[in-house]
């Protein structure tokens, strides 16, 4: 009886060994890296692609600009588009553009947004010390 325990003991211990070793190695480091070249690759090319193809969504259409936009509701807004030297009034709503007016004088550029002046803008102590004489 104890012989047939030693026996099947050693029997389990090469076939524990083997477990894994019919299991096909990883790509490695070197695999690992030329594939994510290739990936990258494929996405740089599509992307070139894509901005090359007529109708791609990355350019601005040529002498046509949004000069202002407003919101009317929840679907529905106000757009002034410059179109050459024509400013058109559009309504655009879900499915539908429709001309409303075509502007006689041509709206005022908006002025360029600025950084703010941080230099003069008040010290952090200052407000602390007005908002803690407030609050007593």
């Known amino acids: 009886m104890i012989l047939a325990v030693a026996t099947a003991g050693a029997a389990a211990a090469p076939a524990a060994a083997r477990v894994g070793a019919h299991a096909p190695a990883g790509p490695g480091l070197i695999g690992g890296f030329f594939a994510l070249v290739l ?7 599509l992307a ?3 901005k090359r193809m007529p109708g ?3 350019r601005q259409a040529e002498g046509l600009r949004i ?3 407003l919101q009317l509701g929840a679907k529905e807004r106000a757009v002034v588009v410059q179109v050459g030297d024509e400013q058109l009034l559009l309504g655009v709503g879900p499915g539908t553009v429709s001309a409303l007016h075509r502007l006689a004088q041509p709206l005022p550029e908006a002025p ?3 950084m703010p002046q941080f230099k ?3 010290e952090f102590s200052q407000l602390l ?3 803690l004489r407030k609050g007593s």
Do not use: D, E, M, T
């Open 39 to 45: 990936v990258l690759g494929l996405i740089l090319g």
């Open 48 to 50: 070139w692609l894509l």
């Open 56 to 58: 791609g969504g990355f």
């Open 67 to 69: 000069v202002a936009s």
């Open 112 to 114: 360029a947004p600025q």
């Open 120 to 122: 003069k803008l008040p």
């Open 129 to 131: 010390a007005q908002r």
